[in-house]
């Protein structure tokens, strides 16, 4: 392996033991959150790496100082607070802050990550306390190859890069989209077993076009407008050379980029290096594989549906265009499919037409589809029209319009069918289309539902209805460590597409029994897993990875055996 870190490294002893080899000695070790263990460094460790006398004398073990920290953390007032306090904790000793993580995954997931997040967002100036990860900006990108040359990690794998510029359902957040990188890498090693000392966030600032950011006197990004066009993709083009250059096996996800250059940043750079769009192809496949479960609970087939889209940028057409490829997977023409997935945006049902934006176009459906349809106002239907003539059985939110699935709206798809399918899946939760519980109680608690944020269970008609969460660490996690072991030059469609049938599997094998369509966030580190066997089988099988040598190989175990965990190692200083 390359060399992780200028300070330190992992190395294995004759004896077959995994220890840390520290280059540095003193504060600087308690410094440094890669190196930091606290109170459990032993005597021994005290006195090799000069920790002597700068610790409190009792020595504690992990599990006695997540406990301590457990209770801290209770005591925090709200989530805003209780994010800074685990960030905190990030900052000061990183395996300690997974390892806290893990035993409490499905109570601080909505912290470290949606809902709570766009908070985090909004506020980043604010909250900023201490660096972590990379902005690079036209200021700086000249300078880029030294940039990443002097980042003190040296073996980068995973990297998650925002301009910021659609984050969730909240739009331009500036230089903020940084908080929202570090918070989908912790998912990346509590969830996918990525080391974190092989991921890096990374904010592309190209400036904001929110005018209380360039007004806010506190605000720490590019007070300039956003750069468009050549300018733009111009600096974007020497981020994605340097991270060729520097770290040749990186992968890269691109996060949170307006519709305007979602598609165009990931159809430009696909073949450049394997990269991928998680609000793009992330959100398709944990989409596809909600609507998989939804049809097994019901005992219909995917071809069998019709599907109303509502929202048009990178999530509505990215899980639009995911089930158009499942149905024509499952054995329909790309006509067919076509023919049964209507996606409606604020302008009304996307049809065909010369002005059209091109990533809609595969989308957009034909004058003739709809020429006859009494509408509403006489012209392009709207949703309410595409649901009275089109009959859809599913219904799926990403506009981050909250409450647009109205009580009229869901009366409708209920009397379409018996058991309508409604996700309404826009983060953060003030962006939901609708309630669950009011769903629930506007068709009689006979809708399957599942949002994008956590929601608590719904008692309906005498029954308690488990709200599934649509979340994308259900996908990304294993995606990304299945290109990594894999090496891949390319994430092609098809690992995408088995990702999607991997949590599908998972979720009727362990959830469909108790009417989930997606599974518990505890479960996250299992789903995993499963999801980078079979995308890592898949890439084999379509030429993505070229590690030949694991074609024999038991796939499951060798992603189990490449999941770095939380624990403390024995710690030894560099001799020179």
Known sequence: MTKLSDYFDYKTDAQGLTYVEASIRGMSLLRLPATNKGTAFTLQERIELGLDGLLPPLITDIEEQIERLYVSYRKQQNDISKYQFLRAIQDRSEVLFYALLERHLEEMTPIIYTPTIGQAVQQFSSLYRTARGLTLSAHNID???DILRQYPLRDVRIIVVTD????????????????????KLALYTVGGGLCPFQTLPVNLDVGTNREELLDDPHYLGIREKRLHDAAYFDLVDKFVQAVKNTW????????????????????????????????IQGTGAMALAGLLSACRLKGET?????VVVVGAGAGGIGVASAIRAGMIHAGLSPEQAGHQIFVVDVYGLVVEDSRLEPYKQPLAQAESVYRDWDTAKGGIP???????HARPGVLIGLSGAAGIFDQCIIAAMAENHARPVIFPLSNPTAHCEATPADILHWTQGQAIVATGSPFADVECQGARHVIGQGNNAFIFPGLGLAAMLGECRIISDGMILEAAYALAEYIAE???????????IADLKKISACVAARVLAQALADGSSPRTELLDTDLQAYVEAGMWQARYLPFRFAED
Not at 251 to 268: G, N, P, S, Y
């Open 510 to 520: 362990h959830c469909l029994a108790a009417g989930m369509i997606y599974p518990p």
């Open 143 to 145: 300078r880029i190859e």
């Open 164 to 183: 910021a510029s659609a984050i969730l359902g909240i739009g331009d957040q500036g230089m903020g989209g940084l908080s929202i990188c570090i918070g």
């Open 302 to 306: 995917l071809p069998e549906q019709v």
């Open 248 to 279: 040749p096996k990186a992968i890269i996800q691109w996060e949170d980029f307006t519709k305007d250059v979602a598609f165009d940043v990931l159809h430009r750079y696909r073949r450049q290096l394997p990269c991928f769009n998680d609000d």
């Open 382 to 388: 709207e949703l309410a029209d595409v649901i009275r």
